[in-house]
């Protein structure tokens, strides 16, 4: 049984094992307790050893950070923090972890100091709360989509598309970097290379998800995507999880919907499903955790266009670092300032113009503005961006002119505007964005395992 399961149950008197983490011991030469956890929940259970059925020596070994396993009686708790307790009966010591070097001793240690150690990281218990909670919103994501007759669809992660214009792209090649084939004009001639063609890692898998709603209607990928841009921020990694629903026949507002049930319905499934690891996190870092939380279940999404928020900011007093008009794409502060002080609720913005706007999106009939949408949510900003796509060939492939993107490149994507077009539509959630707002954490690098960011690849 794993530790979650002896600290639920009450089967006092049962012969027991249990296999984990030493977090602490204390007592005297006469008695012992261990605070053992497996992982499978954020609590200890407690191993009491009764000295004198012990080995001193092997006791001794049993420290911070050691591993064991335990078998003895299940006894009901007479201490106040848990119910029941384990009386051991035998000890078996996997692996020992030496105090003078165990980085892990006491509690306190700061985010920064555990980055440095993210492979012993996740015995800590806000790293267990975080890996469970990361888990948690994994299931819930497949489980939403499933019970939606949404089809999951693998995307490839290399790509040789580099025009969906996301961000800056990692390279992919197997040629040698000192001595690389040239062309005539002293260019790298990758015809050479593994793949006959320059490719890279993907930054969305957004494109190859149309082609995948064109057939199956409903689908959703939820995969590693990679930024190389050089953003030293707390909200962005240069490798992080996105889920991309698309869906044949949703226009803007149902993309909307969507969107809204689908942020709502994980956030519900985290209140409802990861107490424990909330309450702890809530209160170790962030009183107002729960509220915040619940605030998204209750309130309606308020929806504006592009253009009325830059009115409410232009009209707002506010001092923003950047400034505000119309044309400008809209920065952090000035989304939370539309999310925390106007509106007091999440907001989905629309219609964004079309210069700041990927290619694909689809054009209004005013000639400026596109039908993007954005959800603002406090604290996070941005957690969504999507929008319903131009179905129109014409209208693409023109704007794709405009843009001067590589025609030939893409000629697999604007087939789905030439062979049974359909009005179409999707979005993009960053699963790290998501889970900083679930988990109340301040830093992206502190919701995914091993983050990768710039000058640091570690683990
Ligand atoms: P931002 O303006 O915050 O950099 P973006 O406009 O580049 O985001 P999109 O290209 O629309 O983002 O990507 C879709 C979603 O992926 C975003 O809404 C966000 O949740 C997430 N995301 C984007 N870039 C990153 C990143 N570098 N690290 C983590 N998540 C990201
Ligand atoms: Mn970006």
């Not at 603002?376 to 941005?382: A, H, M, R, T, V």
Request: charged letters at 30%.
């Amino acid at each position: 049984m794993r530790i979650k399961e002896l600290l639920s149950s009450r089967d006092f008197g049962a012969d027991v094992e249990a296999k984990g983490w030493v977090r602490t011991k204390r007592g005297n030469k006469n008695i012992a307790f261990i605070a053992l956890n497996d992982g499978s929940i954020i609590h200890n259970i407690q191993v009491v050893i009764e000295m004198e059925k012990f080995d001193e020596e092997l006791v001794k070994k049993v420290t911070t950070g050691s591993c064991i396993a335990v078998t003895g009686k299940l006894v009901e708790s007479p201490g106040k923090e848990q119910h029941v307790e384990i009386h051991a009966g035998s000890l078996k010591l996997y692996g020992t972890a030496d105090p003078e070097t165990y980085p892990l001793q006491k509690k306190g240690h700061t985010l920064e100091f555990l980055r440095e150690i993210a492979h012993l990281r996740p015995r800590t218990n806000t790293f267990g709360a975080v890996l469970r909670i990361r888990h948690a919103m994994s299931f819930a994501i497949h489980k939403y989509f499933n019970d939606h007759g949404f089809y999951y669809l693998h995307t490839p992660i290399i790509t040789g598309s580099d025009a969906e214009g996301a961000g800056e792209m990692f390279r992919v090649t197997t040629l040698d970097a000192k001595n690389p084939p040239l062309l005539e004009d002293g260019t790298i001639d990758y015809s050479e290379d593994f793949f006959g063609r320059q490719t890279n890692l993907t930054v969305s898998g957004q494109l190859e998800g149309e082609l995948g709603a064109m057939a199956l209607s409903n689908i959703y990928t939820f995969g590693p995507t990679f930024r190389a841009e050089n953003s030293n921020t707390p909200r962005h990694l240069a490798e992080f999880w996105m889920i991309e629903p698309e869906m044949a026949f949703y226009e803007i507002n149902d993309n909307m919907n969507l969107a809204e049930d689908f942020l709502k319905y994980l956030i519900r499934y985290a209140l409802d499903n990861c107490r424990d690891d909330l309450v702890f996190l809530s209160e170790m870092y962030d009183k107002e955790l729960i509220d915040r939380l619940n605030f998204i279940i209750d309130n309606h999404f308020e929806r504006i266009t592009y253009t009325r928020g830059i009115e409410i900011l232009e009209q707002s007093g506010e001092k923003f670092e950047f400034s505000v008009s119309w044309g400008v794409d809209l920065q952090t502060e000035h989304e939370r300032y539309l999310v925390e002080k106007h509106f007091k609720k999440p907001v989905i913005v629309t219609d964004y113009p079309k210069a700041i706007k990927a290619f694909y999106m689809k054009q209004n009939d005013d000639g400026k503005t596109v039908r993007g949408m954005d959800v603002l949510f406090p604290k996070i900003g941005e957690i969504i961006g999507g929008s319903q796509r131009e179905e129109d060939l014409e209208k693409l492939n023109n704007r794709i002119k405009e843009l001067k993107l590589p025609e030939k490149e893409l000629w697999w994507y604007i087939d789905t505007r030439r062979f049974g077009s359909a009005p179409h539509s999707g979005f993009g959630l960053g699963f790290e964005r998501l889970l900083l707002f679930v988990t109340g954490m301040g830093n992206i690098r502190d919701v995914i395992p091993f983050p990768r960011f710039p000058k640091n690849a570690d683990f």
